[in-house]
Nanobody, 126 residues
């Protein structure tokens, strides 16, 4: 499956932004999905993960209560709603997919994911 992340841009601190991850060349319903980000000079980190059926999610501590991951398997998309954005959220955001036999399993390790989108830049100005 090929992934395309979109929705990035320049926003003000405190604003909201929604990122989308759209799949092509296959159905996303058989994949668990993760959103990762890489800030300048830092390693890539997991931001949010969602199970195949969308019922199980997990978040980095830094975004808990502000970010929400959801998916629409019928439309082959996974979204990341980001609220109360901070300057430290500035990063390139990537979506990634992992083929999963388990509908309620999430994956938190970057090495677990085999398919990656190209990334979308989110810049939060203070």
């Amino acid at each position: 499956v090929q992934l395309q992340a979109s929705g990035g841009g320049l926003v003000q601190a405190g604003d909201s932004q929604e990122l989308s991850c759209t799949a092509s060349g296959g159905t996303l319903r058989t994949y668990a999905v993760g959103w990762f980000r890489q800030a300048p000079g830092k390693e890539r980190e997991l931001v949010a993960a969602v199970s195949r059926n969308g019922r199980i999610t997990d978040y980095a501590d830094s975004v808990k209560g502000r970010f929400t991951v959801s998916r629409n398997n019928a439309q082959n998309t996974v979204s990341l709603q980001m609220n109360s954005l901070k300057s430290e959220d500035t990063a390139i955001y990537y979506c990634a997919a992992k083929a999963s036999a388990l509908a309620t399993y999430i994956y938190t390790l970057e090495s677990s994911y085999g398919s990656w989108g190209q990334g979308t830049l989110v810049t939060v100005s203070s």
